[in-house]
């Protein structure tokens, strides 16, 4: 029943809700019909792809019938599979003795749970004998001690299948998919965005510091602490920065914290992002991921919003005096420095990095980057210029938020943060910031509209 349009007239294409206009004819001819996508008139959508024939896919490589070390018939045996982490309940065990004999093993989650390897006489004993218990991050496969669960008994033969993943290194960019071993012949597949949320396995040492967390917030969002602490050790995600705003929704803005009881506003910033390096948005696949580790936390009371922060782009423009003898260019971009540090969005240190995304601390206040909810003043880029070693006096800073004049003060509310548009240090008086910015030079004339060239098209050829 799907069929395209055919009593288009041709100046009509494109005109109102009308399909555009196809130039190409072999384009054209291959049209089923015409699809709209609409958002809901609060979303901000950006759509970055579109297409048919998609699926998602998962980050996953198999290993069939790999040989572990034969068993040897102690109690308690522990065999490592040769890749991880291994995704959980994959794990297919199998072993065969000298005479041929296979022997199905089932995972278990304690093996206090199983029965003991021989049967005990008169009785009747439902539990599974032969299992093992895995260790899915680390790899290890743990057996019974005879009394609860069966000893693989003296050379027989462990085979194990099992799907595993390549963690972080697994996320790979736009086209960087080529195709899969398990597609049918004649088939092609690709990835036109970028592939997200792959992560390492937590190492013990780091895991043990968390030890003391867990037991204090119980996988629960209850406190700010809780929030932090959790939101914090979202897999697959790298985040530079994370802020609980308890008692308030973004809707409320320019209100303090505390205005929406039961409201709980997570603030989250990605640690990189290649488009925007200094001020790093958080697009639909990083939120999306950071929601789906919180919302299974939080409580049924508690209604959460996670936002990535809205920027307020600045210009700024500063004069310096540099002391004798201090090189006018060094001084000048140690200045330049030292403002992008103040106003960063993020922390100038590397504890994302070497904490990791899955178990990073939470910050101090000093790491967080510039503090929500405090204003960008021009006096405080002033005391910052001057305090870099070589100035010996600064002229009064000069500061705009976007094409606006200069002013003391930009206002910082609610999920805001500053991001510096440009920024012109040079000794002597700063640059006027219509110059810094391009602004085109006013034109004197009678004031009025702004005139609009119009094409004219000519009646004759």
């Not at 959980?88 to 065969?96: C, D, K, N, P, V």
């Not at 409201?263 to 639909?284: G, K, M, Q, S, W």
């Amino acid at each position: 029943s799907l069929r395209n349009w055919s009593n288009l007239d041709p100046l009509e294409a494109g005109v109102g809700e009308l399909p555009p206009a196809i130039d190409d004819t072999a384009v054209g001819e291959r049209i089923v019909t015409w699809l709209r996508v609409r958002a809901t008139g609060g979303a901000r959508v950006q759509l970055r792809w579109a297409g048919i024939n998609a699926t998602p896919i998962r980050q996953i490589e198999q290993v069939l019938a790999e040989p572990l070390a034969p068993g040897d018939g102690t109690p308690d045996q522990v065999r490592r599979l040769a890749k991880a982490p291994v995704l959980e309940g994959s794990i297919a065990l199998t072993s065969i003795d000298d005479k041929g004999e296979e022997r199905r093993w089932s995972e278990i989650d304690d093996l206090l749970a199983a029965g003991p390897e021989l049967a005990i006489p008169d009785t009747i004993d439902l539990r599974p004998t032969d299992v093992f218990l895995a260790d899915h991050e680390a790899g290890l496969l743990r057996f019974g001690d005879g009394l609860a669960g069966r000893r693989p008994p003296d050379g027989v033969r462990l085979l194990a299948s099992y799907l595993y993943t390549e963690g972080v290194e697994g996320n790979v960019g736009p086209g960087a998919i080529k195709g899969s071993p398990l597609l049918p012949a004649g088939f092609t597949a690709t990835n036109p965005i970028k592939t997200w949320s792959g992560a390492d396995s937590e190492p013990v040492e780091q895991g043990e510091k968390q030890v003391r967390r867990y037991l204090q917030h119980r996988d629960r969002l209850v406190t700010i602490g809780d929030f932090e602490t959790i939101a914090w050790r979202a897999p697959g995600i790298s985040i530079g920065r994370i802020e609980i705003l308890p008692a308030w929704h973004p809707s409320l803005s320019p209100a303090a914290p505390g205005a929406a009881p039961g409201v709980v506003t997570v603030l989250a910033i990605p640690r990189y992002d290649p488009a925007h390096p200094n001020a790093p948005r958080a697009d639909r696949g990083f939120l999306d991921a950071l929601c789906s580790h919180l919302d299974p936390r939080r409580l049924v009371t508690t209604e959460l919003v996670v936002r990535g922060p809205i920027y307020k782009g600045i210009w700024i423009s500063v004069g310096i005096e540099t002391i004798g003898g201090a090189s006018i260019a060094e001084t000048s971009e140690a200045v330049r420095q030292r403002l992008r540090e103040v106003l960063t969005p993020l922390s100038t240190a590397d504890f994302a990095d070497q904490q990791g995304p899955l178990y990073g601390p939470p910050p101090t206040p000093e790491q967080r980057g510039w503090p929500l909810r405090t204003p960008v003043q021009a006096r405080v880029l002033l005391a910052e210029a001057a305090r870099v070693q070589g100035v010996r006096s600064v002229a009064p800073v000069l500061l705009a938020e976007g094409s606006g004049n200069a002013v003391e003060t930009v206002a910082i509310e609610g999920i805001e943060l500053p991001e510096i548009l440009g920024i012109s240090v040079v000794a002597g008086d700063p640059v006027e910031l219509s110059s810094l910015r391009g602004d085109s030079s006013s034109v004197t004339g009678p004031a009025g509209p702004k005139r609009l060239p119009v094409p004219m098209v000519a009646e004759t050829c």
